[in-house]
């Protein structure tokens, strides 16, 4: 028996029903890495788990689809401030929100 059979057999052995149904659903190709780890996280399991199950499948890490263009865009989804951004009087969470991502670094504490 190869050596990451035993490794996912060994694994095996602590999952319930529903999640030895996921790792068969992976094994057999009807789960992609991607939805594998999103069902797996579903259900409880820990992240460096599920990946150790994954790379002894053999679906590691995959090439980036594509290359970052600089000069892009990030957008980051926050909650609207209640009102003017203030320091000193903001008390809502989308006013911290913003604050926290523009001037974080600004201050040494």
Known sequence: MPRHFMTIDAARKNLTAI???AVDDLLAGRLCRRDFLRHGSVLGLSLPFLGSL?????LGT???RAEGK????V??????????IDPVTYYDSGSYQLVFQTAEFLCIT
Do not use: C, D, F, L
Not at 54 to 58: F, I, K, Q
């Open 75 to 84: 957008r980051a989804g926050v909650a609207t401030p209640g009102g003017a």
């Open 19 to 21: 999640e030895n149904s």
């Open 70 to 73: 600089p000069g892009g865009t």
């Open 62 to 64: 995959q090439k980036a």
């Open 54 to 58: 994954v790379a002894a499948a053999g």
